[in-house]
């Protein structure tokens, strides 16, 4: 019986020093990958933009709101949203640098690996360095990367050109056109972006002197520019072509979108900021009542009850790193495995595959740390009152909002924290960016169950409903 536990002992120690390491590489890993909030800025940068062309209904009306709109979308918007898409370019940049490091390290490392009698060839006459499948799918997985990166900075160049514009820089707008139009596909360059290239011709053809329309124009403004940038680009081509219906029709419609920009942005400053103002005084309040009051105070409701923990920290040490062993190390080997044998690449998938990889690749996940911890407190059955009980006709609800509003400002204060020492890297949750960039239901319907159902039941089931008990044993 020594003898099991002790080889027991061994393997929780080897399996907790492989994960520790697995999970600092991918922190180190994850430096070169920008973070989700600069494009998250950028949406909220876009509803700005429409805000700005609201009217009202009635010019007695627009002037009785534009104090509000103007309190809301800041003093010269169209002056705030060019410097977030040139940061935003600026980030993007840097990020394709580190791409670009990153293959040529791996590129100096396949040259080392190669034979003296390899390297003295000809070059047209290389013999082919086979590479292992985990390094081929990263560098495929890089190439992808960079070549997304490299679009992304053609995006923004395409939109910052239209601020320039209305800022009344012309000149400058056609110069950071002409940097797309006359770039050919290269390597950091797919067939891709091709489209963006014959976007910028037809913007550079629209604020020329004398203007220039392409009989494609409408399509390809329609097809690659969205949001305040496709009106503003519309705007100029109705008004070249004398087509006043159009116009007007496309005027009205984006009164309508401007409309709704403002009340998403009063949602989006109001509930950070109410909720967060409620949260400080939740948090004053509950930390002064705890300390005048003591044991009677709010936060020390149901403190003289223990929890009985039936299992020493054993078991919870087996638990935790069976759920970080399973999603850091044998899944994703697993899932690596099965992709080469099958010839697939992750890269190439659709929106709403992506959708479904990760939504079985979390159910993956979930289903071995739930088995893990089943068998962990099996022989432990029947547990004592409490454990892993629902209950629903509570006062959770309150609570669990009570909660959220406390941790709201302290989220804030750490997001801050986190832009500041990170400067826009350090990668993001990978869901993200195809919830943003997607327009796909439903591939919207799957992120939303693998996010908000999924994730949270699982989440829950380990952390709050075993975890939080079980450390009692240790910190009451």
Known sequence: MRIERLLKLVILVVLTTAVLFQISFSLVQSWSQPQIQSRLELYQTNLLLHATEWQGKTSEAAQDLTPARNALIGGDPIKNARTQYEEAIESAQKTQEKILATLQELSSQKIANSTPSDLAQPQLELAPIEETPVSLQQREQLQKGLSQTQQLIDELNLRLGILQVQQGETETAIKTWNALSNLEVSETRSKATTPLSQTAIVLIGLWSEPPRLLPDAEAQIQKNLDSWFRYQALIKLYQLQQRQDSLVSLQNQEQDIAQ???????????????????????????????????????????????????????????????????????????????????????????????????????????????????????????????????????????????????????????????????????????????????RDSVALVIFFLTACLAAPLFEEMIFRAFLLPSLTRYLP
């Open 260 to 438: 709704q920009s403002i009340l998403k942005l009063g949602l989006i400053a109001g509930i950070p900021g109410i909720g967060g103002l409620l949260g400080v005084a939740i948090l004053l309040f509950v930390l002064g009542q705890r300390l005048l009051k003591g044991k009677r105070s709010l936060l020390a409701t149901n403190s003289d009850i223990p929890w009985e923990v039936p299992w020493d920290g054993e078991i919870i040490w087996q638990v935790l790193l069976a759920f970080f062993f399973i999603g850091q190390l044998l899944l994703p080997y697993l899932i690596r495995q099965l992709l080469v044998e099958l010839s697939l690449n992750p890269g190439n998938f659709s929106v709403r595959m992506n959708a479904f990889y990760t939504l079985l690749t979390y159910l993956l996940l979930a289903s071995g740390g739930l088995s893990v911890l089943y068998f962990s407190i099996k022989p432990f059955l029947p547990l004592p009152e409490n454990w892993f009980r629902v209950q629903w006709r509570s006062n959770w609800f309150l609570w669990g909002l009570g909660g959220y509003l406390v941790a709201l400002p302290l989220v804030i204060v750490v997001s801050l924290i986190n832009q500041r020492l990170w400067q826009g890297q350090g990668g993001s949750n990978p869901i993200l960016p195809l919830v943003l960039e997607g």
